[in-house]
């Protein structure tokens, strides 16, 4: 299985900072015994693997070669690939430009690099379907895709939309290689014209597809701000104590997150 990291983004809302966004330290790992900086980019890599993925493909800018100097071509029991996105034009750009190395036969994990969340294995929960999102509750949900549900049964995706009525976000999803051929197909099709993922599935649901949603998330971050950077500091503290997460999601998932730019997450 392929997992992919859209990391061509420009992490204008937390610069400025002399390296990509998605080697932002935030926390710490063990390696071989000695505790060193954990890059936030890892967390998602980490999440991808447990999930099922052997081979991995990060999506980068041309200015972002400090990514491929930092991971190389493993990590973990996972291989890893590159590609490149010319410029920051949206999350649809960026996991469809992985089509250069992915195959016709395997499913996909996607995840967003900036992000923290838990449990760490619970992409392992979505099913082999076309399509399956991980979803995670919030107190902001205008901040984010909100997805809504008839049952499990995705029925639209609510992209940042002030009066969502859904406070379930999707934090990750699931292709199978039928479903990122479908997909891709039709962003194409429809001339590459949605940025946010969660538009172009409500044309794919439109038109016939279908979306399964699991909530198996609990806590949910997004790093991209200085006050999610700090609520990802005592989430993994947390963590580490053997503390329950869900209460700090709760208390500070989105808040203070301005609207994105242009072309999807900054």
Known sequence: ???????????????PLAFSKELLPVGSRSDGGVERPC?????????????????ICFVISPGKSDILEYFGDRYGGARLAYVVQPEAAGLCDAVFRASTVIG????VLVGLPDTVWFPKAALARLPAADLSFLLFPVEHP???????LDGDAVTEIQVKQRDAT??????AFRMSARGFHDLNTLWEARGRCDEYFGTLVNS?????????????GEAYVD???IHGYRTAIALLAASQDGRE??????????????????GGRA
């Open 245 to 262: 997460p869900r209460p700090m999601l709760r208390a500070a998932a989105g808040v203070g997150v301005p609207a994105p730019l242009p």
């Open 1 to 15: 299985m392929w997992g992919i990291v859209p990391a061509a983004g420009r992490g204008s809302r937390i610069q």
């Open 39 to 55: 890059a936030v980019s890892e967390y998602l890599v980490e999440r991808l693997i447990l999930g099922g993925a052997d081979k």
């Open 223 to 225: 790093v991209g701000t």
């Open 204 to 216: 794919y649901l439109a038109a016939g597809g279908a979306g399964l949603g699991v909530k198996a």
């Open 166 to 171: 859904s406070n379930w976000i999707w934090g």
């Open 104 to 107: 016709d036969h395997q499913d």
């Open 142 to 148: 205008e901040f984010f895709d909100a997805v809504v």
